[in-house]
């Protein structure tokens, strides 16, 4: 059982910056795959990025934002950097202990999800 807790989301400027962490519980942390979806008002939650022991990332963020992880902590963290206002999401931590996916369908957990709200 993994549970995830994410906190950093905020109210930013375009060309801004900010960074989300993500705290799973589990003596596991280190075997899942974890990632980051997102979903804005009126649309489908969409892949961010994901993190095994190697990274990759939806096109849209690919050169912004970094996806990392300190086992030891077990956290997940999300750089995001040069945000755009169609950035402005809820984001949705993620893991499963699996899978690497882009579907957010196959990962088995979620945690509630932090705003992020970028401002022109």
């Known amino acids: 059982q993994m549970q995830l807790v994410e906190s950093g989301g905020g109210l930013v400027q375009a060309g801004g910056s900010l960074r989300l962490s993500c705290a799973g519980s589990?003596?596991?942390?280190?075997?899942?795959?974890m990632g980051w979806f997102r979903q804005a008002p009126g649309k489908e939650r969409e892949f961010v990025a994901a993190?095994?022991?190697?990274?990759f990332y939806a096109d849209s963020v690919k050169g912004r934002f970094t996806i990392t992880r300190d086992n030891a902590k077990n956290t997940v963290y999300l750089q995001m950097n040069s945000l755009k206002p169609e950035d402005t999401a809820v984001y949705y931590c993620?893991?499963?202990?699996?899978?690497?996916?882009?579907?957010?369908?196959?990962?088995?957990?979620w945690g509630q999800g932090t705003q992020v709200t970028v401002s022109s």
């Open positions: 993620v893991a499963d202990a699996t899978r690497s996916s882009r579907y957010s369908n196959e990962y088995g957990y």
């Open positions: 993190i095994r022991w190697y990274t």
């Open positions: 589990g003596r596991t942390f280190s075997s899942y795959t």
